[in-house]
């Protein structure tokens, strides 16, 4: 048996072969990231003759031309968490770093635990395109976040104290359109009361706002009080209605992601399932199974809890044993992330027989704060996720042999 231990950078790798006891069959060698190159790595690991198996770490997208290169022309891959080989690699006492020293500790490692080494998954498309597009989605969020910040910026220098006044839960909106039309305040106060009051009038009717005469009284009197930072010019419009005008881009890029991901999710045995799960509605069911992917991959529903990061790993030594432990956030932050807001949607809305939502209930009354709660709420939910989905393929594996 041979080890390929595959140090991968950004369009190039580092690549030692390896076999037991040390002995390396190949000097360490540079490939580029070209078909040319990663064939004759192919036709190097294959003129071994020997069972052969490719260790590499886990870089987000930099290995994976080369995994999917090498799967594709039948040899094992592993694709090793970042964090462990990090461990493994620093084991040496001088802690010499470059690609040639990694890709030799790399493929020590595939020798030292060859017995536990597991290939790449294969993962459905529908996954992939999933987890692809909530990658999109959450950056989107991200922008939409600092744009909404930056435009309240600016309001309190060109429309101090606008916002409390034009607050519309029902309609998120309201205030962008509004700052569109109007502004400054000084745009409010050189066109007049009277003009100003019939034009928001007007505006609010078109937009199919509620009409409120009072409430135009109550922005050109706050115009009147009001002290704007920055000066009514053509440099502080341009800012304003840019800012808007991002706000809105961000908004409909979000909500294409947002509904391509609804159209993938739908494709899924399992869409139904979560959907009638309680307060999961249309955002959320597909970014869920989105960060969770193919629920068969984990073997029990400790190891999907393990991957959302909210375990608590035991602590133990001689008469020593920890009871309380914190979550191991050693897992995908965005489910963690999308499980938090399914929870607060639970606790919000308090469905009525639900086991899950229940469960917070009983934490609570048992002195538990109201985030250890909700994370207790959290791995509940990822519980009666695994066992409803694996139930349902199950179901559907059993169809499949009988037809």
């Not at 989107?140 to 600092?146: D, E």
């Not at 922005?219 to 010019?233: E, K």
């Not at 409909?252 to 979560?274: C, G, H, N």
Request: proline letters at 4%.
């Amino acid at each position: 048996m041979i080890s390929v231990g595959i140090d991968v950078s950004k369009g190039k790798s580092t690549v030692c072969i390896m076999k037991p006891g040390g002995e390396v069959l190949s000097a360490p060698f540079e490939v580029i990231h070209n078909k040319t190159e990663l064939f004759n790595l192919v036709r190097i690991i294959k003129s071994q003759n020997e069972e052969a198996r490719v260790i590499m770490e886990d870089t987000g997208h930099y290995h994976l031309p080369v995994a999917t290169l090498l799967v594709d022309n039948g040899i094992f891959v592993c694709s090793v968490n970042a964090l462990r080989m990090k461990k493994y690699c620093s084991q040496n006492i001088r802690r010499a770093k470059t690609d040639r020293i990694d890709s030799i500790h790399i493929a020590s490692f595939g020798i030292a635990y060859w017995n536990e080494l597991k290939p790449v998954p294969c993962t459905d498309d529908t996954y992939k395109e999933l987890q692809l597009l909530a990658r999109q989605y959450y950056q989107s969020v991200a922008l939409l976040v600092k744009a909404k910040v930056n435009f309240s910026n600016l309001l309190d220098r060109v429309m101090p104290n606008i916002q409390d006044i034009l607050k519309d839960n029902a309609s998120n909106s309201k205030l962008t359109d509004f700052v569109e039309r109007y502004y400054h305040f000084s745009h409010i106060l050189e066109m007049g009361e009277k003009r100003f009051t019939s034009d928001y009038c007007k505006w609010a009717k078109k937009k199919g706002y509620r009409l409120y005469e009072r409430k135009a009284k109550e922005i050109f009197a706050l115009a009147q009080n009001g002290i704007p930072v920055l000066p009514n010019t053509q440099s502080t419009k341009i800012v304003v209605t840019e800012a808007v005008r991002v706000i809105h881009e961000i908004e409909l890029s979000r909500d294409i992601i947002l509904a391509q991901m609804q159209t993938f999710a739908k494709t899924l045995p399992e869409y139904s399932i979560v959907r009638e799960m309680p307060c999961i509605g249309d955002t959320l069911a597909p970014r869920i199974i989105a960060e969770i992917g193919d629920v068969r991959r984990f073997k029990n529903k400790h190891a999907l809890i393990a991957y959302a990061g909210i375990d608590a790993p035991p602590y133990q030594s001689g008469c020593f044993n920890a009871s309380k432990r914190h979550i191991s956030k050693r897992g995908n932050p965005y489910l963690r992330k999308t499980g938090y807001e399914i929870m607060q949607s639970l606790i919000k809305h308090k469905p009525e027989n639900d086991v899950v939502y229940d469960f917070i209930v009983k934490k609570r009354s048992q002195g538990k704060c109201g985030k250890e709660a909700m994370i207790a709420g959290l791995n509940k939910f990822l519980r009666v996720y695994y066992g409803k989905v694996t139930e349902l393929y199950t179901k559907l594996d059993i169809q499949d042999l009988a037809v």
